[in-house]
Structure formats: structure tokens, C-alpha cells
Nanobody
């Protein structure tokens, strides 16, 4: 069992930066691939980024490629999402999630564990 808790959200102006953190409980964190998703009001939960269990592979949605960076520190049981050059369309609740395999990481149905989400609001 893995429990995930996100933090780091907030209000930022367009062009600014935020770093989200997702702290995981449990000793098996290092065996899980991790992903970030986001959900805007009235929209589906969309894939943002994913990272393999060891951190050597990453994958991004086209909409954030070049602006967002996913990373992880397995010694701290934490995954991060560094978000730069934020845009108003990045406004959403951001969720981290964990899954046992690094396949179809863009598919939210394959994730076993989810955090409660953290709000990111980007003003224009």
C-alpha cells in the first residue's frame, strides 16, 4: 500500500514557476513508476508527465514538454514536478499517481495509487 500527498501548489502569475512535491509512504516507492496528472474544472483528468521507478526514463505531454520537468528522489520517497513558464491554461488540480509498470504511463486507468491533489492557479 502506498499513500501519496501532494504539496507546492498555489497562485502564480503567467511566466512564473512552481515546484510540486509528492511524498509517498511505504517502503516500495522505489519500485513504482510515478506520474502527474491534472484536472481543470469540467474537464477530464489529463496526463502531464511520468517517470520510471529508477528515474532514468521520463515522458511528457506535448503541452508541457520543454516547460515542466519530472524527477524523483527515492531516498526521500518523493517525486517532483518543476513547472516553468506557466500559462493560464496550466490552471488545474494536479495529482500524483503511482503504478507498478512503466507502460502506457499516459493512461490514468493503469495507476494504482493517487494523491488528493494540489491546486495550481496561473493568473494572466
Amino acid at each position: 500500500q502506498v499513500q501519496l500527498v501532494e504539496s507546492g501548489g498555489g497562485l502564480v502569475q503567467a511566466g512564473g514557476s512552481l515546484r510540486l512535491s509528492c511524498a509517498a509512504s511505504g517502503r516500495t516507492f522505489s519500485s513504482y513508476a510515478m506520474g502527474w496528472f491534472r484536472q481543470a474544472p469540467g474537464q477530464e483528468r489529463d496526463f502531464v508527465a511520468a517517470i520510471s521507478s529508477g528515474g532514468g526514463r521520463t515522458y511528457y505531454a506535448d503541452s508541457v514538454k520543454g516547460r515542466f520537468t519530472i524527477s524523483r528522489d527515492n531516498a526521500k520517497n518523493t517525486v517532483y514536478l518543476q513547472m516553468n513558464n506557466l500559462k493560464p491554461e496550466d490552471t488545474a488540480v494536479y495529482y500524483c499517481a503511482g503504478r507498478s509498470s512503466y507502460v502506457r504511463t499516459y493512461d490514468r486507468t493503469g495507476y494504482d495509487y493517487w494523491g488528493q491533489g494540489t491546486q495550481v492557479t496561473v493568473s494572466s
